[in-house]
C-alpha cells in the first residue's frame, strides 16, 4: 500500500506543469493535446440537440453581434499565445432563455446560452468580459487541468453516474471528462487567472475593463435571486468584485491604446451550423458539420 501511495504521488508530481501566461503550478495527466482532441466529439455531442431543435445561432443579429465581440477577444489570445492560432476556434449562440451559462472547452471551443445576455441585460463591454473569461480558461488549459483532476480522482465518472447525464451518449474515457470539465467547479486559483487573464484580454480589444466589475455586480445580484448556472461554477464575491476593480487602473492604458484592435475571422462553414443545413436523412448534424 505504501509503495502504491509513493508511486501515485510520484507520478502526480511529474504530471505537474505551469499555467501559460502565469505561471501557476497545475496538474496536468491529461496533455492539452489530448484534451483538445476528446473536446471535439464532446463538443458535438453538446451542440447537436440545441441544433436538431433549431436553437443554435437561431438570431443573425445576436450572433453577429457575439461573433464580432469573439473575434477581438480571440485574436488578442492568438498574440499571448501564438500557437493557438491552430486552434479551431469556434463560438455557438445555444438559445436558452432561462440558462444563464456559458462555457468552453480545450481548444477554444465556446459556446453562450441567451440567458446569460437576456436576463443580465448585458452591454457589449459586459458581454465582452463574459467571453474573455472563458477564452482566458482555454488559454490557461484548465479543461485539460480539469479533466486531470476529474482522472485522478475518478470523479468525471461518479458524478456521471450519480446524475444520469443523458447527454453522455456513447462518450466515454477522456472525451466523457472533457464534457464534465465544463460542469464541475473550477478551483479558485483558476477563476482568479480567467479574471486576471480575461481583464486584460478584453481590454487590449477594445472593451471597458470597469465593464467586468459591473458584470459581476450583475451576477451577484442574480445569485440572490436565485437563479444562474453559471455562478454554480463562477462564484461571484464582493472579494472577486474587489479584486477587479483594483485592476481596472492598470487595464485602462492597454484600453486606450486599443485603436483598430484586429479581429480573429472564425472559418466560414465550420463555426456555423443552420436548421438549413441539417441533414436530410433525420439523424442530426454530423459530426463534420461544425466543431
Known amino acids: 500500500m505504501k509503495r ?20 501557476r503550478s497545475q496538474l496536468m495527466l491529461v496533455s492539452e493535446e489530448t484534451a483538445i482532441a ?28 457575439v461573433v464580432r465581440i469573439a473575434g477581438r477577444i480571440v485574436a488578442q489570445a492568438i498574440r499571448l499565445r501564438p500557437e493557438t492560432h491552430d486552434w479551431e476556434w469556434s463560438i455557438h449562440v445555444i438559445d436558452e432563455p432561462d440558462t444563464v451559462n456559458a462555457w468552453a472547452m480545450a481548444g477554444g471551443r ?33 479543461s485539460a487541468e480539469q479533466m486531470s483532476v476529474a482522472l485522478a480522482t475518478n470523479v468525471a465518472l461518479n458524478v456521471w453516474a450519480i446524475r444520469e447525464r443523458p447527454s453522455a451518449g456513447e462518450l466515454t474515457g477522456v472525451s466523457l471528462a472533457a464534457m464534465l470539465a465544463i460542469q464541475l467547479p473550477n478551483s479558485r486559483e483558476a477563476e482568479s487567472e480567467a479574471d486576471r487573464i480575461g481583464i486584460e484580454l478584453a481590454a487590449r480589444a477594445g472593451y471597458d475593463p470597469q465593464a467586468a466589475v459591473s458584470l459581476w455586480r450583475k451576477m451577484s445580484r442574480a445569485a440572490k ?40 475571422r472564425f472559418s466560414p462553414g465550420v463555426e456555423r451550423l443552420t436548421v438549413a443545413e441539417m441533414p436530410a436523412d433525420g439523424e442530426g448534424p454530423r459530426k463534420a458539420d461544425f466543431r
Open 110 to 142: 465556446m459556446a453562450i446560452y441567451t440567458g446569460l445576455i437576456d436576463k443580465l441585460d448585458l452591454s457589449d463591454d459586459e458581454l465582452a468580459q463574459v467571453l474573455a473569461h472563458e477564452v482566458a480558461h482555454a488559454l490557461a488549459r484548465h
Open 38 to 65: 476528446a473536446s471535439e466529439p464532446a463538443y458535438f455531442k453538446l451542440l447537436s440537440g440545441p441544433a436538431q431543435e433549431g436553437r443554435l445561432d437561431n438570431d443573425p443579429a445576436l450572433r453577429a453581434r
Open 4 to 23: 502504491a501511495v509513493l508511486l501515485t504521488a510520484l507520478s502526480l508530481l511529474a504530471a505537474c506543469a505551469t499555467v501559460p501566461i502565469t505561471g
Open 225 to 264: 435571486s436565485g437563479a444562474p448556472e453559471f455562478l454554480s461554477t463562477h462564484p461571484s464575491h464582493e472579494t472577486r468584485i474587489a479584486s477587479l476593480a483594483a485592476l481596472v487602473p492598470e487595464m485602462r492604458p492597454l484600453y486606450a491604446a486599443a485603436v483598430n484592435a484586429p479581429v480573429y
